[in-house]
């Protein structure tokens, strides 16, 4: 049912291929591999391991479904190395996102936008990356499978209402064989902004409200802005308040704050053009959700 709705959406795009034996891979991950506090490494050992963390990401089938090349999701990983012990050893902190395409336009929505301050791994130039959903083989496989998974659900779930579950499952199973590594990031004492929580936020049924809306804001609000953005200005605002709601009852929540990481400068793009009823409504939610960013919303006073 999920693949039937996905793949409804690019036939109403027009961007299907004509060729249905054309299928592709899941994932059009960029992958970029920063070290700048390394100025005097060989470079080629770093572009080899940013081929090798690419070629994982996007030549391993993550589903079962047939994707055209065209559906493949878009997101990026960039990797910072802050420290190398000169062999395999490797200490670095990354930034991932992922987008999807907004219906009838040539823009692409943030749908994550997070960052993993413990992306530490192990890796030996040359080594081929190891991944079994059966069990804890390597912590850098495990980072990368965890958030393509994870990147799936997401994108899914703005597809279809809670489509993305199955994902977050697989996700978690992840997550559940990481318990007994070393590494961190994987377990609920570390912190209380990890992969830990992450995984918790998405598979408690406490926060459906917040998965239910991203189908909401995407489906029902972006896609038919163009058609009819004042029902998706009133869609989003639903949203906005579903959001607000759980924040009020979960205060630090990871879903919250990760929705609002992702939206933050598109949402006062989407209200800019509001009623003043309509921006004062926005403004009020989202200076009371996402303080930090208070000062990006006195735009919708104006």
Same mark, same amino acid.
């Given at each position: 049912?999920? @693949? ?12 299907? @291929? ?7 891979? +899941? ?25 090798? !963390?690419?070629?994982?990401? *996007?030549?391993?089938? $993550? ?10 999701? +878009? ?8 420290? $190398? ?45 190891? @991944? ?22 997401? +994108?899914?779930?703005?597809? #279809? ?24 990031? $994987? ?9 830990? $929580?992450?995984?918790?936020? @998405? ?42 709601? !759980?924040?009020? &009852? ?6 919250? &704050? ?13 209200? #800019? ?16 959700? +996402?303080?930090? *960013? ?9």
């Amino acid at each position: 049912m999920l @693949f039937v709705t996905r793949m409804k959406y690019f036939l109403f795009c027009g961007l299907i @291929f004509l060729s249905l034996g054309a299928f592709s891979q +899941d994932l059009n991950a960029r992958v970029e591999l920063l070290y700048p506090k390394l100025p005097s490494v060989n470079k080629s050992t770093f572009d080899l391991l940013e081929k090798t !963390i690419r070629e994982f990401l *996007n030549n391993k089938k $993550w589903t079962d479904d047939m994707l055209q090349p065209i559906e493949r999701i +878009d997101c990026s990983f960039v990797i910072t190395i802050t420290a $190398w012990d000169g062999a395999s050893g490797f200490t670095a902190e990354a930034q991932i996102q992922s987008s999807r395409p907004v219906y009838g336009t040539s823009y692409n929505s943030t749908i994550l936008n997070t960052y993993d301050k413990e992306f530490n791994f192990t890796y030996l130039e040359g080594q081929s990356l190891d @991944f079994s959903e059966q069990s804890y083989t390597s912590n850098l496989g495990s980072l990368l499978s965890f958030y393509a998974f994870t990147i799936l659900g997401m +994108d899914y779930d703005t597809f #279809s209402k809670f489509g993305g579950t199955s994902l977050y499952s697989r996700a978690q199973t992840v997550l559940n064989n990481a318990q007994g590594a070393s590494d961190k990031g $994987w377990k609920a004492m570390e912190s209380f902004r990890n992969r830990y $929580w992450l995984s918790e936020n @998405f598979s408690n049924t406490d926060y459906n409200p917040i998965r239910e809306g991203l189908y909401v804001y995407h489906r029902r609000g972006l896609d038919v802005m163009g058609i009819n953005p004042v029902e998706g200005r009133k869609a989003i605002l639903s949203v906005l308040s579903q959001v607000q709601t !759980i924040d009020r &009852q979960r205060q630090g929540n990871m879903l919250s &704050q990760l929705f609002m990481l992702a939206k933050v400068d598109e949402l006062i793009g989407v209200f #800019s053009a509001a009623t003043p009823d309509e921006k004062m409504r926005a403004y009020s939610i989202l200076s009371q959700i +996402d303080p930090p *960013n208070m000062f990006k919303y006195d735009a919708l006073k104006k």
